[in-house]
């Protein structure tokens, strides 16, 4: 089945820094990669997804890469603010049949201090 | 449109009880899905429905078990509870549970097994 690994499991950087997550999947029929964002005592909130058919996807301060050659994906986060403080889960979903469950990294916490 | 909406919010129970939760997804959606959060296994995949047939089910015990309404809501149900238990459950719903479609999370039921 599908294993989808996140790196760093926490980042730390200044307000107006950039932020770098990464992830790899195993599944190379994988197909719908997301992006959540999960504030304390909240469910995750989908911030930006991408798929299989685009190599890059940006909305603001947000994009999202995807190399599926290489078989990973990445968030961006420029011009960060103290808001943007919370735990970031990458997912993959996607196989040979059409419906599949979404597997999700094990999280980054990123930390934006002021 | 209102967004999924999950009750209770809070649930305290002891060990070898049961305990239903419940969950209205997104009007117009018919496909949910339940996950268990937990510090230390992060986000996992329980068991998803789609007009009232379960179509996909996680690696968790049988006794963790659902259903779904014709108006789509659906419920969890988990009986002799464990310690290992304790866990923040969501549900997320999208439109069909297609591979490519967004999946949009609940708030979660915090459960706590003592």
């Known amino acids: 089945g599908e294993n989808v690994e996140q790196h760093p499991s926490t980042l730390s950087v200044q307000e107006g820094d950039s932020a770098v997550i990464k992830c790899t999947y195993s599944d190379s029929a994988s197909n719908y990669f997301p992006w959540y964002k999960q504030e304390l005592g909240k469910g995750p909130q989908l911030i930006i997804d991408?798929?299989?058919?685009?190599g890059e996807k940006k909305d603001q301060r947000i994009a999202v890469t995807l190399n599926k050659t290489a078989k990973h994906f990445s968030l961006h986060i420029t011009e960060t603010q103290p808001e943007d403080s919370a735990v970031y889960f990458c997912a993959a979903r996607g196989g040979n049949t059409g419906f599949q469950k979404l597997v999700f990294g094990t999280g980054t916490r990123l930390l934006v201090s002021p | 449109k209102a967004g999924v909406t999950q009750t209770p919010r809070y649930l305290i129970k002891t060990r070898g009880q049961q305990v239903t939760l419940s969950c209205s997804p997104i009007s117009g959606h018919r496909s949910v899905s339940w996950y268990q959060q937990t510090p230390g296994q992060g986000l996992q995949f329980l068991f998803e429905?789609?007009?009232?047939?379960?179509?996909n089910k996680g690696n968790f015990p049988g006794r963790f078990s659902g259903r779904q309404f014709s108006n789509s809501r659906s419920e969890m149900n988990v009986s002799t509870l464990e310690l290992g238990d304790s866990a923040l459950y969501l549900c997320?719903?999208?439109?069909?549970?297609?591979?490519?479609?967004?999946?949009?999370f609940g708030p979660g039921t915090r459960l706590l097994v003592l």
């Open positions: 997320a719903s999208s439109p069909r549970g297609l591979n490519q479609e967004t999946q949009y």
């Open positions: 991408i798929r299989s058919n685009v």
């Open positions: 429905y789609f007009s009232e047939t379960q179509r």
